[in-house]
């Protein structure tokens, strides 16, 4: 096994905390594995992510698709305030990885998000190598979007951690080569660097 050279998180669900998506969309939808599969492969999610619609576009769409009895300018407010913030020591376990290894985001993301959710500065400031969905126009869990990022970095697939909420992105990284493991929250990414051999300075 590789020693990793390069950690590269997912943002909502592993740094960020997300609220129930599925309570924002109403009634019927359980948040759960076969709901993150539904959305994830959803084609207007995926337009979302990869920056082919506007935020209010696709809640304009979600909410005439799914019947929803809400306005779209509601919906555009749910999908903004979705992510909570930083989970508590997020942060300072993300800078502790200083003069240890690279680190880097990759997250399936919109530009409502990236410059407007809770802590968004804080995120920003947390890593100087970003690759986000709705700027490369390619989207997890696509093979490749893993590969650039990896091409990117300029090292090996297999020096690379990937830390993602969703198993769907785990396994797509590791079908490149690039070690991952599922994490959700700081207790979990704190265990899987642990697991991997990189120990955050203390």
């Known amino acids: ?17 997300l609220g129930p ?5 109403g009634d ?10 539904r959305w994830l492969t959803s084609p207007l999610v995926r337009d ?14 979600l909410v005439s ?3 929803l009895p809400i306005s779209d300018t509601e919906m555009l407010e749910r999908l903004r305030t979705w992510p909570s913030g930083l989970f508590p020591g997020a942060a300072d376990l993300v ?35 970003r690759y986000l969905s709705y700027e490369l126009g390619m ?6 979007i893993f590969e650039h990022v990896v091409e990117d970095l300029g090292v090996a697939p297999g020096a690379v951690l990937f830390l993602d909420d969703n198993q769907m992105n785990v396994n797509a990284a590791r079908a490149v080569g690039m ?24």
């Open 1 to 17: 096994m590789c020693e990793i050279e390069v950690v590269v998180f997912d943002m909502g669900g592993v740094l960020v905390e």
């Open 21 to 25: 998506l599925a309570e924002a969309l």
């Open 28 to 37: 019927g939808w359980q948040d759960d594995a076969e709901f993150w599969e």
């Open 48 to 61: 979302l992510d990869a920056g082919r619609i506007s935020p209010h576009e696709f809640c304009t769409r």
């Open 65 to 67: 698709d799914l019947g």
């Open 95 to 129: 800078r502790s990885l200083d003069g240890v290894v690279e680190r880097a985001i990759l997250s399936n993301t919109s530009a409502l998000h990236w410059e407007s959710q809770v802590d968004h500065e804080k995120i920003q400031a947390l890593f100087p190598r």
């Open 139 to 144: 989207t997890k869990p696509d093979a490749e």
């Open 179 to 202: 070690q991952a493991q599922r994490c959700v929250g700081v207790a979990e990414v704190e265990a899987a660097l642990h697991l991997h051999g990189v120990v955050a300075r203390s």
